[in-house]
């Protein structure tokens, strides 16, 4: 199995690729269905930051169909902004293993998580899942 680098633009084709078969299958559940995830990650490698240093992707799920895009969008329902090797170490856990991190962190101290709907949570953290493995 190849792996490739964390936000790169071949780890975001994975993850697109994954996650629109995973919501074609979905499609009559997802009828009616939308959420926009927006992540900015500060401090990224240069060769894949904008000109302030940052790396930002969107996630849109809208219906069956999705988009995970580089680039900021401003109608997002869930914006997260992390520094890219906090982003890196959350790349290689699974989001079990993150959720046991997770209720384990003192309450000042633990991550937001974002309030999506079971469904788009469970596929958002499905496509995650699948690149866990093939993350540089």
Known sequence: MKKVEF????WLALGREYLQAEAQKRA?????????????FTGAPEHLADDRGRL???????GSQTEW???????????????YEQGLV??????????????QAPAD??????DMPPLIS?????A????????L
């Not at 930002?56 to 809208?62: E, L, P, R, S």
């Not at 959350?90 to 209720?103: C, D, G, I, Q, V």
């Not at 995650?128 to 993350?135: K, N, Q």
């Open 7 to 10: 936000a790169s633009p071949e």
């Open 28 to 40: 009559d559940e997802l009828m009616g269905m939308r959420y926009v995830l927006c992540d900015v």
């Open 56 to 62: 930002i992707w969107h996630i849109i799920i809208d």
């Open 69 to 83: 895009n580089s680039g900021e969008v401003e109608d997002s329902d869930f914006n997260f902004e992390m520094s």
């Open 90 to 103: 959350l790349a290689h856990l699974t989001s079990s293993e993150f959720m046991k991190l997770s209720a």
């Open 109 to 114: 101290n633990a991550p937001i998580l974002p």
């Open 122 to 126: 469970s596929l958002v953290s499905a």
């Open 128 to 135: 995650h899942d699948s690149l866990v493995a093939r993350t």
